[in-house]
């Protein structure tokens, strides 16, 4: 882009329009993921509804190419591309909680941690996630699950209704009744169809919880996985349980005995009797000693934050994801094997579960595919140091094609890593994918929106 076009923007958008040579950019143009270092040609920061559509307009009409950030949580930086304008709502952080009506209204540049703030006043809360830090946007059109998942569902599961500035720069309410076809691909579609401003949530009770993390040895590792993976699936819709290989880091609650030892575990939540939930893991020792057994009762929001002083921004990542319908004794020696050769001390696999109330949804009700995946797996190699970002690449990669062949062939969408092919989009969405690709020709038919996992609009008829 030209200096011309440059301040032709900047006379035009009522925003702040950060360029190349201003102070500002270096800020603007960093995300979560240090991997990721892309420099757009400006960053439009949008305070409102009017702002986005008059920074489309813009972008469009001058045949300019466009990325939307959020929350800057990409973890291949899908919210930045290389001399594109980044329309930013980052400024757009409201959240206005109803507890008449049990719902909240979440701008679209807000984060977990805001919706979480906001909604636990009222001893409510969403599932969303299991980082404060993470995007609300992002994660909720690519589909969202976390803590509450098995008892609430996925957080589209309880998107009721948004509003989008689609590539026209037009505004559209979407919900079951208005553009409900928009709707429906919004929900597990990404940011394929417009640039979705406000998201309204409802909120169920829940206010303390039980937490609990339980560590075992690694030789523990395969027998631990395959109780788990019974153990859990039978379990009732308050018990949450996350599996992970990782390294102990060093610090409370963990002792000093195990600071830096590979082990694998369970991060478990509960929202039944927060007191009960030590009760509710008696049978923990099924799978072998453990090295460490914790349950506490927890504020909501205390959970959700638990790990962002661990994994703050400005690590590098590199992530690949995978659906899991059920936990072979062949992956289960995969895991082992991998599990072994953590390339650092935060790389990590989880498997997180997306059963119980998710799994009860309809498969067509979303663009959601895979509401038959019991769980949906991760692998990220995580560091600070760029001097290993390959290595963390290199081990993600091998993980994941080691595990492709236990897998349902799909992922999370938010899960795609970068420089992975056009096939792995048309996975994640199974059959869904001629019907989004149909909604994408009729809302964004020059797919304007592109910089996300994308779906090409369908040929014109």
């Not at 973890?75 to 507890?99: E, F, H, K, Q, Y």
């Not at 500035?165 to 076809?181: I, K, P, Q, R, Y």
């Amino acid at each position: 882009m030209d200096g011309t076009t440059l301040e032709t923007m900047r006379t035009e958008l009522r925003g702040p329009v950060i360029g190349p040579d201003d102070p500002e950019y270096a800020q603007v143009r960093t995300i979560y993921n240090a991997m990721i270092d892309k420099r757009p040609s400006a960053v439009i920061r949008c305070h409102d509804t009017a702002d986005v559509m008059a920074a489309v307009d813009f972008v469009r009409d001058h045949g300019l190419e466009v990325a939307v950030m959020g929350g800057g949580h990409s973890g291949p930086g899908l919210c930045l591309s290389d001399d594109a304008v980044t329309i930013d709502l980052s400024p757009m952080r409201g959240v206005r909680v109803d507890p008449a009506t049990q719902t909240a209204q979440v701008d679209g540049g807000a984060k977990l941690g805001d919706l979480d703030h906001a909604s636990h006043a009222f001893g409510l809360a969403t599932p969303a996630g299991i980082m404060s830090t993470t995007g609300v946007g992002g994660l909720t059109l690519g589909g969202g699950h976390g803590y509450l998942t098995r008892k609430y569902g996925l957080t589209i599961d309880n998107l009721v209704s948004a509003d989008v500035v689609l590539a026209d720069g037009s505004f559209a309410t979407t919900n079951a009744s208005e553009n409900a076809d928009l709707f429906w691909a919004l929900r597990g579609g990404g940011g394929n169809f417009g640039i979705v401003t406000s998201f309204d949530f409802e909120l169920h009770p829940v206010g303390t919880v039980g937490v609990g993390i339980t560590l075992w040895p690694p030789d523990l590792f395969q027998d631990v996985l395959r109780w788990y993976r019974t153990f859990l699936p039978q379990a009732p819709d308050d018990l949450y349980g996350f599996f992970a290989a990782l390294t102990v880091p060093p610090g409370p609650p963990f002792p000093e005995e195990i600071h830096g030892r590979k082990m694998c575990g369970v991060v478990w939540s509960s929202t039944g009797d927060p007191e009960a939930l030590g009760t509710a893991l008696a049978a923990v020792g099924e799978a072998g000693p453990p090295a460490f057994h914790f349950t506490a009762p927890m504020p909501y929001p205390a959970l959700q934050t638990m790990f962002d002083g661990l994994l703050p921004a400005g690590l590098q990542w590199y992530w690949r994801g995978a659906f899991f319908d059920r936990i072979t004794d062949d992956a289960v020696d995969v895991h082992a094997s991998f599990a072994e050769s953590l390339p650092t001390d935060l790389s990590t696999m989880h498997l997180y579960p997306v059963d119980g109330a998710a799994g009860r949804v309809g498969p067509d009700e979303t663009a959601w595919a895979y509401r038959d995946a019991v769980w949906s797996g991760v692998i990220a190699g995580i560091d600070p140091d760029p001097a290993r970002a390959q290595a963390l690449r290199q081990w993600a990669v091998s993980y994941w094609d080691a595990l492709q062949p236990h897998s349902m062939g799909g992922g999370y969408v938010n899960f795609i890593g970068s420089g992975e092919s056009r096939d792995r989009v048309r996975a994640t969405y199974r059959g869904h994918y001629d019907r989004l690709a149909e909604i994408k020709q009729a809302y964004d038919p020059h797919n304007l929106f592109h910089a996300n996992q994308n779906i090409e609009p369908a040929p014109a008829h």
